[in-house]
């Protein structure tokens, strides 16, 4: 399966500043039809994970302009370009270009 | 408005069964494959189960292989797990979710515990 590794932690931001999650695949995530199926998505405490970013840099309908995703192969990278208080919790990077879908361990952001 | 909305979760015993669903609304879900994902407590998340849109084709995690059966109605618009043979290690929040994990459900807690 593809082992998909993120940092737990994410240095505390303040409210307003940038932050940036990374995410690294153990293969590359190129498809054979050429897309790379790399999504993130955002887990507040208590509540279901939701989409923010499919295809490595596509908002999800609703999604905030403030979130990006970049990369390619087997490094990607999710940004909020300016933090506000509901973007704390866990963020998690998924790949489903080979079967199994499988998730990284999710790195958690908290607001300094 | 899409909603998924899952069943309540129980506590049962190792080796019980439980069938999980979940019924899906304002979402042509007919058209569309489905997974079920779990999420340990204070851990990230598994995948654990998918079946396409006809229900013909179904696919399993190693870990619920020969334990748990995906199954859909496409008539009620509503996704099933059947999970046999629990385990303590099948304790989590369970969700379903169209493949594109566009859309999820509000999560289903099973418990497995002697």
């Known amino acids: 399966d593809v082992v998909m590794m993120q940092p737990p932690l994410s240095p505390p931001v303040s409210l307003g500043q940038a932050a940036s999650i990374s995410c690294n695949s153990s293969?590359?995530?190129?498809?054979?039809?050429?897309?790379?199926?790399l999504s993130w998505l955002h887990q507040r405490p208590g509540q279901p994970p939701r989409l923010l970013i499919y295809k490595i840099s596509n908002r999800f309908s609703g999604v905030p302009d403030r979130f990006s995703g970049s990369g390619a192969g087997t490094d990607f990278t999710l940004k909020i370009s300016r933090v506000e208080p509901e973007d704390v919790g866990i963020y998690y990077c998924?790949?489903?270009?080979?079967?199994?879908?499988?998730f990284g361990p999710g790195t958690k952001v908290d607001i300094k | 408005d899409v909603q998924l909305v899952q069943s309540r979760g129980g506590l049962v015993q190792p080796g019980m069964s439980l069938r999980l669903s979940c019924e899906v609304s304002?979402?042509?879900?007919?058209?569309?494959?489905f997974n079920w994902l779990r999420q340990a407590p204070g851990r990230g998340l598994e995948w654990v189960s998918a079946i396409g849109p006809k229900g013909d084709r179904t696919y399993y995690a190693d870990s619920v292989k020969g334990r748990f059966t995906i199954s859909r109605d496409n008539s009620k618009a509503t996704l099933y797990l059947q999970m046999n043979n629990l385990r303590v290690d099948d304790t989590a929040l369970y969700y379903c979710?169209?493949?594109?994990?566009?859309?999820w459900g509000q999560g289903t807690q099973v418990i497995v515990s002697a």
């Open positions: 979710t169209p493949m594109a994990l566009d859309y």
């Open positions: 998924t790949q489903s270009t080979y079967f199994p879908r499988t």
């Open positions: 304002g979402f042509t879900f007919n058209d569309y494959s």
């Open positions: 293969q590359s995530l190129v498809h054979s039809d050429g897309n790379t199926y």
